[in-house]
């Protein structure tokens, strides 16, 4: 199993690679484009500012290459808004791979939302063993707002989705890595799709 951390400078990599090397998975940080075209499971992280992170992708080409890719790919938080059309956090445009744009909470909520919220509306192989209801870590200002290709609903202010899929892409805005045992469930479940 290879396993590829993608390195663009924007990351919670640490945290990351320690919840992987939990379940026995050695978790390889690269920005080469070989190996993670080789890997068979990809993760896209990502903690920081939307626009910087987007510079930062297509400085490195890896705005084009991530797209492209066929096997399993994980964006975790902004990892997963840079996936979107997207971003109202610095206007950026985002790799377009889920068809919806990326917008920030209103100032009728404190902002960002940090802590601790409850998933619901489970509905792909990835939330395998984790039941409706069952929290998750979430660090975020911006959020996607719920769309046809969610596969798990969350709730602050209004219902937004929590995690999407199209074909291979999946995204969680939340941190599994930082979730305890239903997070390190759900990192699991991403090996054994």
Known sequence: MKLVIIDYGAGNIKSIQFAFKRLGITA?????????KN????????????????????DS???????????????????????????EEGTSKGLGIFNVDVVRFSNAVKVPQIGWNQLSNLSSPLFKGIKEMEYQ????SYYVPSTPQQIASCTYEFDYAA?????????????PEKSGEA???????????
């Open 28 to 36: 390889v940080l690269s920005n080469d484009e070989v190996a993670i």
């Open 183 to 193: 997070g390190e469930r759900l990192l699991k479940n991403f090996i054994n799709l």
């Open 61 to 87: 080409g890896l705005d084009t290459l991530i797209p492209t890719l066929t096997q399993p790919v994980l964006g975790i938080c902004l990892g997963m808004q840079l996936m979107c059309k997207n971003n």
């Open 163 to 175: 995690a999407l899929q199209h074909e291979n892409f999946y995204g969680v805005q939340f941190h």
């Open 137 to 140: 870590y979430f660090v975020h």
């Open 39 to 58: 890997a068979d499971k990809i993760i896209f992280p990502g903690v920081g500012e939307a626009s910087t992170a987007m510079a930062k992708l297509r």
